[in-house]
Every structure is written in structure tokens, then in C-alpha cells.
């Protein structure tokens, strides 16, 4: 008996040792714990799953401004379970969605957390990409917490407008607030109504310079295969336009290179106060939301180079814009850290257009946890100054896919990660 007793002890270690998903942290299974001690940290849409010999942790980031430093906090959780597996794998998601995954050797933690090599040499070691597709029908059988359905968020974002080189006044400018209200429903949905509130004009002209809707969007982003993704939004845009916009953006070379085409179909609306002339030069005696039929096609493809070592981004676009006006376009685009620092120029046949792009970033760094209602400012102030006549004009969403992933580029993420991770 004793014998028997003493082979069924050693078959079942035997069968144990083969699921580290089993193994238990002190009397609390590793996915629980460790889903616990994210959730704690604020992070969303949580599903972690123990696949011999990998631990596999989705995350969304909805603590920290800067995606780097949500990665790199994230890890820090995760690192006292790699001696269990011999990889470690992360998954960062947006809405749901999977965007890129993070691999790690559990040795190279080991010989990084004990400075047997340098950061450089564990940054080399560390695998960030967008290889996805092998993960999609485990996420599948995971359970997620902490999902951010029906969480919103109020942002504020400040807008600044300048008016430059008239001869009558060669100084204008104006100062208001956008409160944002952003909420999600479902995988890949973001719902987005902001509101235009001025507080501050010297001489600037804008007949829209009054407390209105500035954008009210409905968008779904899907990741199709990998590093292929697409938005479809919907609803009030920028500029005065309602209608679709489809945007299909291809990353290659691992987020060095990409693929950008963008279509849309819209039309004009306007919300007008007592007294301002609508798009048939008629004023109306109340506050009127005037419409015109959807009658545009506009549509655009970019092609955009990352130089990794200058975080440099070099952008060359062409296509119509509003107004059946044809456009080529060019950005040139360099980050600074969290900062964002450009040049951009149009060149159609009415004329050129030039400027300068600025991304600022706001304070605060990391935000209160939100357990279901939140106000905080917005992540950046987003400015762009052109010094000729607008003689191309396009209307913005909600969110495009480049502005949303921007921090999520493997090359930026190997660039970044690694100097919060020594913090």
C-alpha cells in the first residue's frame, strides 16, 4: 500500500510539473494574484493565462500618460512570476484590441534584475513586435476583468488659435477649453462628444468662436491580421462635416515602415447661434443645427518612415481633399521623449501651405483610477500653426489609428521602455 501511495505522490508531481498555470504563489493561484495586483494598479481589460512554458498577460493602459511608463510599471508586477516559466509574454491592447506583444526571456530578467547586463544588452534580448495571431484563440478561452465598458472619461483639452502677419492687426489669437466625453461599450468601440467652449479672443477671426458642438463620433477599430488594422467611424467630425470615414493602416519591417489609405463620405453641419450666417450666407432669429446633403468623396494614402536611432518620422501623403481639391502632403515629425516637434507643407494647385506641428504634454503624468467616472486634462496640447491661406481643408475624427498606436510602435517602445524600467 505504502508503495502504491508513493507512485501515485510522484505521477501526479510528474503531471503538475508539465502546467505551471497550476502552480500556486504562496495559496493563491498565479492568474489570480498577479490579476489582482494589476487591477490594483489600475490597469483594464486584464486576462492572464499560464501556457507551458509561457505566461501570457493581456493589459490596457488607463493610469499612465505615457505608454512606455505604463509598460514598463506593468512589467515591474509582472517580473517576480517569470522564475515559474521560461518566457514571459505581454500583450498591450486599445479598446480591446491587441496592438503589440512584449516577449521576455525569464533568464534575461533574472541577469537584468541581478546587473549581470546592462539595459542595452537586455534591451537587445527583449522582443517587441506585432505578433499576434498566435495568441488570438487563447485570449479566446481567457476570462477578462477590470473591462472599461461603461467607464467614461471627461478630458479636457485646451485649445489655442493664432493669427499672424495681418496688417491691421498683426497679433490675434484666442483661448478656450474642449471637454471631451469619451466612453466605450464593447471590444474596439469608442464613443467621443466634445464640446467647444471659448474663453479668451483678441481679434481672431473665426465666425464659430462661440460655445458649440465641436464633434460627436461613434468608431470601431479592428486588427484585421497582426500589424494590419482599420477605424470606421461615424457621426459629426471637424470642420463642420457629418458622415463615414474609413481609415486601413499596414505597419511593416517591425513599425519602421507603414501603409496608410483613408476614405470618407460627408457632408455639412453646423451648429449656428441666433445671428451667424449659415453655408447659403442665411442668419436665423434661434440657435439652428444646419445641414446640407452628404455630397463629398475624399480620400488620401500616406506612406511614413521611422529612423529608430532620431526617433524621426518621415511622412509623404497625396489625395483629395475637401472641396474636390488634390493635395500632396509631407510631414516631418520627431519625438523628443513625450514631446512632438514638426514640420508640415501642402502643395496643391491653388497654391502651398506650411507650418509647424507641436505636441505638448500635460500634467498629470499618472491619473486617479477610474472606477467608473473620471475628469482629467487631456494627454497633450495639440497645436498646428500654418502660415499661408488654408488652401487645402480636411476634417478630423475622433481618433485615427496612427495617432492612437503612435506610443505603441515597437521601435518606440524599445527606445523608451527600458530608461522607466531603471526607475
Known sequence: ??????????????????????????????????????????????????????????????????????????????????????????????????????????????????????????????????????????????????????????????????????????????????????????????????????????????????????????????????????????GWFTQQRYGINMELIKYMFNGKLWLKGDISYTGYIAYLKNGVKGINFTSYPEPTIEIANVNYLQYYGEIAYRIPKYDLIMNVGYGKYLYHNFAWKVDLLRNFNEYIFGFVAYKSKTGYNYGFKLYVPLIPAKYKINKKFRIHSSKYLNYEYLAASDYVRTFSTATSISNDFWELNPQFIKRYLFNNLAK
Do not use: C
Not at 512570476?81 to 503589440?100: C, D, E, S
Open 1 to 234: 500500500m505504502k508503495r502504491f501511495l508513493l507512485n501515485i505522490s510522484f505521477v501526479s508531481a510528474l503531471f503538475l510539473s508539465f502546467f505551471p498555470s497550476s502552480g500556486l504563489w504562496g495559496q493563491i493561484p498565479i492568474d489570480q494574484e498577479l490579476t489582482d495586483s494589476l487591477r490594483e494598479r489600475g490597469y483594464r481589460n486584464i486576462s492572464v493565462v499560464a501556457v507551458n512554458p509561457e505566461l501570457v498577460v493581456w493589459i490596457e493602459n488607463d493610469v499612465y500618460r505615457f505608454e512606455p511608463d505604463a509598460i514598463s510599471s506593468a512589467l515591474k508586477i509582472i517580473f517576480p512570476y517569470a522564475k515559474h516559466f521560461t518566457h514571459i509574454v505581454l500583450i498591450v491592447q486599445k479598446q480591446r484590441v491587441p496592438v503589440i506583444s512584449i516577449k521576455i526571456e525569464s533568464k534575461n530578467i533574472t541577469d537584468y534584475l541581478g546587473k549581470a547586463i546592462t539595459e542595452e544588452e537586455f534591451s537587445k534580448r527583449v522582443n517587441v513586435s506585432y505578433e499576434l495571431s498566435k495568441y488570438k484563440s487563447l485570449k479566446k478561452k481567457t476570462k477578462t476583468y477590470n473591462k472599461n465598458t461603461l467607464v467614461t472619461n471627461l478630458e479636457i483639452e485646451p485649445d489655442i488659435g493664432l493669427q499672424l502677419g495681418n496688417y491691421d492687426s498683426p497679433f490675434r489669437f484666442k483661448f478656450g477649453l474642449m471637454p471631451t466625453f469619451k466612453s466605450s461599450f464593447y471590444k474596439g468601440q469608442l464613443f467621443t462628444a466634445k464640446f467647444y467652449l471659448p474663453l479668451v479672443s483678441h481679434k481672431y477671426i473665426d465666425k464659430f468662436n462661440y460655445l458649440r458642438i465641436e464633434l460627436v463620433d461613434y468608431s470601431q477599430t479592428f486588427n484585421i491580421h497582426n500589424s494590419l488594422f482599420s477605424k470606421l467611424s461615424a
